[in-house]
């Protein structure tokens, strides 16, 4: 067991650690690190997960991504979605959609209600044609707003260990220069990797 993030903190949680070390080498953090006050209590941002900090101790900006399960044609009117990390559950409004290597989104639109949840997986009722088509395995990511093709930010970096989410907020510690270990955190989309560029992603 062990206490993950949230150094200064004194509302914590314990987790089994899981699958560790994600880090083969870790050269660089952000000075100060971020505060995560805004996201919801008793949630766990995942480690590796990408954040966008603007300055030294600020409030992040959490990447979250969300990976499709099973293909969606133009014409359906459901979506599966779950967290790339399994921990995070999609919610209602969050505006979504698939980025392309450029770094433009596709056909973002607002997540309604939750119409079904089986082991991580969220089932959506939605308009045919919301996101276009999908592929089983593509990833959505945060957009600005509906109808919007960019991301409200671009990655600083990448949090270091889970941050628990206390009722306080919480605060994370990123890493900037370093390796990670690719398969054991979310997915990083092409788009997000030109901002990572002294973050070495390596498959196992």
């Excluded at 914590?12 to 006050?37: M, R």
């Excluded at 499709?68 to 979504?96: C, E, F, I, N, Y």
Aim: charged share 15%.
């Amino acid at each position: 067991m062990k206490n993950y993030g949230n150094s200064f903190n004194n509302d914590s949680q314990e987790f089994a650690a899981g699958k560790v070390p994600i880090w083969l080498h870790v050269d660089e953090f952000y000075a100060a690190g971020c505060t995560l006050n805004n996201q919801v209590q008793g949630a766990t941002i995942p480690v590796g997960t990408p954040v966008y900090v603007p300055k030294m101790g600020a409030e992040a900006t959490v990447l979250e991504t969300f990976e499709v399960v099973g293909a969606v044609a133009t014409t359906d009117t459901t979506v599966v979605l779950k967290s790339v990390s399994g921990t995070v559950q999609p919610a209602k409004d969050l505006v979504v959609g698939k980025i392309g290597s450029n770094g433009v989104i596709a056909k973002a639109a607002a997540l309604p209600e939750v119409t079904s949840e089986s082991d991580g997986e969220y089932t959506f009722t939605i308009t045919a044609n919301t996101f276009g088509a999908l592929s089983d395995g593509d990833i959505l990511v945060i957009a600005s707003e509906a109808g919007s093709n960019k991301a409200p930010a671009y990655p600083t970096g990448l949090l270091y260990e889970d941050v628990y989410v206390g009722n306080v907020g919480a605060t994370g510690t990123v890493v900037t220069k370093g390796q990670v270990l690719a398969d054991r955190i979310a997915a990083i989309p092409a788009a997000y990797k030109p901002y990572l560029t002294n973050i070495t992603f390596v498959n196992e």
